[in-house]
Each structure stands twice: as C-alpha cells, then as structure tokens.
C-alpha cells in the first residue's frame, strides 16, 4: 500500500510539483500524449499520503504466483515516518500470529522518479474512470492503458487523504492477475501506538556504466531490456559465496528484480518447490512477489517480481538457462571449459 | 529428492567427491530411478577405463635395442643426431604414419581424460539463495513502483514457523 503511494507519488511529484518561473505549480515533464493530467496530479496525491497519512486497516493482497493463486489477509498499521507494521493473523498450526516490520527505506526513491515517469507514460496511458466506493469510502478511480486501449491497472484513491484503497493489475486478456484492497481502513490523527525502532535498510552499493559494462565483458547476463522490461537499477550486494549482482528491470508500472551470484543451485534449498516458467524448469517459491530460482552457467539466477505471470515468464524465458545435462559429453564439455579458462583466464 | 535429479552431483559421486545427507539423498534418487542409475554406472564404466589406461609400458627388448645401438654407432664420428633423437625418428615413411597417428591419438587420450577429470564436480560452489533477503532488497529497491508489494516477508511466528500464503482454488 504504501509502496503504491511512493511509486505514484515518485513520478507524480515529478511532473506536477516542479515550481514554474512565476511561481506557479506546473508539470516539470509533460505527461504523455493522451494521459490525463488530473490522472496524475491524484496519483502525485497518492505518493505523498503513502508517507505523511498515519493509519490501519484490514487488506487482502493477493495474486496469480508461479505455484498457483496465492492470497493473504493482512492487519495493517502505518506510522508516518517509521514504518508499517503487519500481521497475518492465524496461519499456521498453533493458531499464533505472525508479524513483521517494514521499516521506511533509507533511500526513498532508489531508482529516480523520472526514470519511472518516463516509463510508466512511454508504456501507458492515464486516465480516469467513474468515481467509486472501497471499504464504504468514496474513491477516486485512476486507470493505466496499454497502447492497444485494454486497461493494464486501476487504481482506488480516497478522495478525503488519497490513500490507496484498492489496486488491480490485469493481463492482456483482462483478466486480473494481482490486486490489494482494504477490507477496513481507520485514517490515525495522531497514532496512540509506536512502531519498533527504525531500522532503516541499506541497499548495496548502485553500480555506474562502466562497472555495468565491466559485469557484461564478463559474459554475465545484465541486458538493457528484458521480457519488456527495462533495466533501472543495478547494485552490488554482499553474498556468503561472493557478490551477489541485483538488476531491477520496470516499465513503471510492474517490477522484477533479477539476482545472479555465482555457483550451482543447492537442491536441498528449503522452501522452493519444482515448476515450470517460460518453458523452463525452476525452483520456485509459494508467495508474493513470485520468487523463481535456478542455475545455469555456473550461476544462481533468482528473480523476484510484482508483474503479471505473462511478463514473469518472458523474464524468465529470456535469461539463461542450462538443461540438467548429466553424462558423458556434458561432464567432457564442462571440463573443457574450465581447461581453456585455466588455459586463458582472461577469455 | 526422489523427484528431482541429481545432476551434477551424479559426477560428483562417480568421483568420491560426496560425502554425508548429500550422498545419502542422491544414493536415495538412485535406488528409485532407472535412468539417473543407467547414466551413473555409464560414469562409473568410463572412469574405470580411463583409470586402467596407465602410462605405457617399455618394450622388454628395449634394452637390448639400445645397447646394440651404442655398439654399432662408432664413437666421434661426426655428423650423428643424438642417440635419442634417432630411436623415436622411424625411418620409413609408413612407420613416420604410424608414429604420428600413435602421438594424436595419445595426445586426444589425454585431452579427454583432463577434460573428464576437470568437468566432474559442478559450476562453483552450492548456493542456497537467501530468498526472503533477496525479497526484501527487491521491495525496497522498487518503492517507487505502483503495483509492487511492501516487503512482506519473511513473516516469522512465536514458534519460529513461517507464515504460508492461504491457497486459492481455481485457475485465473
């Protein structure tokens, strides 16, 4: 919910709250053609309640994953400025619940607002729809269409603090592939309770071209472009077995983060379960965002994504992928390989 | 395990390189599945081959070959190649053939043996991916992005179990 809000608000702040020469609020980066500029002035809205609108509520998240249709009641309480808390009541065996803390980032927009702006008006087009009710309040609609017209998500907006009541993703044939929305929601004034400390994540160090390029020489891949999707951010993280590289490819709208690390993929990894993505075999999670694994190449690719299943599995499709090659000419293909590297380090 | 193959760990075992559950899982796999049994004892047969090849054996006359080679070779005279150089050059055209053949083959020989030895264990190390880690670098990488969740996981209960999504049926 709150991302939501951030993501809108990250472009929306952008465009529309850039100061003009005589003062005046205008759009610093004009919306893209057809894009309705009321549209987006609610989605900028939006962004900024994300953050500065103190609250809880009941929501139900769910979604279309590799392991099947998943879904999660959650108890939500956000804290302008510290976080959000939630909790999933009653999920397993003893009846206990569970929680956890998602503490505010320490980097607000780690990939810049623009950039997303500009993606998010090259692949869709703004609009809005008949005002609507979620959880019994009024909400603004905002719809995001595909050049082909059909409509790829809506968006519910509260028109009293522009929270987010409700979201919806749909695929190419219009069928919903994801959506969130409040069961319950109680706007907090002043919030009675506190949140655990912040504790603000860091991300890894965001690598430059050069050091983007360097990673390519390397045969690793890291393409510009991937399921239709374009790369905005990569970073570098610590990893047990060495570096773990994270490329986060968008079109502004839907997310999928690609991990490479190398190394073969452990069976005995718990918690993943086999399917097949994209026509390949995987390892994958049961959950949201969809979490996808494998090895190829001596690499552990594992992605994780807030897209539809059509986009995960040209994603998936699209990165590397070895068969389960065992016997003889395979073992004699791997050994010739490492020979030569052995041979030529720097090949 | 039963349902999945073992992989790179099938060369691994070949190799003794496979030691404690890791083995026992795959031994496992192996009791219940004819193909990943039919490709191990393939593994086991080339290794055995390859590990009776040995270095080649000297002719039992070879002694006796050099010694009247040193007789015969009158000492000074000038102009001679090295005894050495002598013994593995054939004089005729057929035995070069056949001398050339025997070195691309032992060289071919040698080549595929490194190669199997280099290939038998698997690309780099095991990995097992920090997946709710990873999960949590991804939402906080994506907050500017409408449609991506808020880190959710993982969602750990009291008793240390971790909180499953609820399963829907139905197909979307």
């Known amino acids: 919910m709150n991302r939501v809000a951030v ?175 409040f069961l319950m929601l109680v706007p907090e004034a002043s919030p009675h309770r506190h949140l655990p400390p912040v504790v603000r994540a860091a991300l890894g160090p965001e690598l430059a071209d050069p050091e983007l390029t360097r990673y390519r020489a390397t045969g690793a891949p890291c393409p510009a472009t991937l399921g239709g999707l374009t790369l905005v951010d990569a970073r570098e993280l610590p990893g047990p077995s060495g570096p773990i590289m994270h490329l986060t490819y968008s079109d502004g709208l839907a997310a999928v983060s690609v991990f490479e690390q190398a190394g073969h993929l452990d069976p005995a990894t718990p918690g993943l379960r086999p399917a097949v993505v994209g026509g390949h075999r995987v390892a994958a999670g049961a959950g949201l965002p969809d979490q996808i694994v494998w090895s190829a190449g001596g690499q552990v690719l594992t992605v994780i994504g807030d897209a539809p299943p059509q986009t995960l599995a040209a994603v998936v499709a699209a990165l590397p992928h070895g068969p389960q090659r065992t016997g003889l000419v395979p073992r004699l293909e791997r050994g010739s390989r490492r020979v030569l590297s052995w041979l030529n380090p720097f090949a | 395990m039963t349902d999945r193959h073992p992989g790179d760990l099938l060369a691994a075992l070949v190799d003794g390189l496979l030691a404690g559950p890791a083995r026992e899982r795959v031994l496992v796999h192996l009791a219940g599945c004819p193909a990943c049994r039919a490709d191990y004892q393939q593994q086991v047969a080339v290794k055995g081959l390859l590990s009776e090849l040995g270095p080649p054996a000297a002719p039992v006359d070879l002694g006796a070959r050099l ?94 179990s971790v909180a499953q999504p609820m399963r829907l049926g139905g197909a979307p």
């Open chain 1, 7 to 181: 993501v809108v608000a990250a472009f929306a702040a952008a465009v529309l709250l850039a100061p003009g020469a005589d003062g005046s609020v205008r759009p610093a980066v004009p919306a893209a053609a057809g894009s309705d500029p009321s549209a987006v002035a609610l989605l900028l809205r939006a962004v900024s309640a994300s953050e500065s609108v103190s609250y809880r509520g009941v929501q139900l998240v769910s979604g279309w994953s590799a392991g099947g249709p998943v879904s999660r009641r959650l108890e939500i309480e956000h804290v302008a400025g510290s976080g959000l808390l939630v909790r999933v009541p009653s999920t397993n065996a003893a009846g206990t619940s569970a929680s956890g803390f998602d503490p505010a980032p320490a980097d607000p927009d780690p990939v810049e607002p623009a950039r997303l702006l500009d993606l998010l008006t090259r692949s869709y087009q703004l609009g809005r729809a008949a005002d609507s009710t979620v959880a019994g309040r009024t909400a603004h609609v905002v719809e995001a269409r595909r050049p082909d017209g059909g409509v790829a998500a809506r968006l519910w907006l509260d028109t009293e603090n522009s929270l987010v009541l409700r979201r919806e993703m749909y695929d190419a044939q219009g069928r919903t592939v994801r959506a969130s929305v």
């Open chain 2, 67 to 160: 010694t009247g080679l040193a007789a015969a070779v009158p000492a000074g005279a000038p102009g001679r190649r090295p005894l050495l150089s002598r013994l593995h050059r054939p004089q005729t055209p057929r035995g070069r053939v056949a001398l050339a053949g025997a070195g691309i083959a032992s060289l071919s020989l040698l080549g595929l043996g490194t190669a199997y030895a280099a290939g038998g264990a698997p690309d780099g190390p095991a990995v097992v991916p920090a997946v709710d880690l990873l999960t949590r670098e991804h939402a906080a990488t994506t907050v500017g992005i409408p449609m991506a969740e808020p880190a959710l996981a993982p969602l750990v209960f009291g008793d240390g």
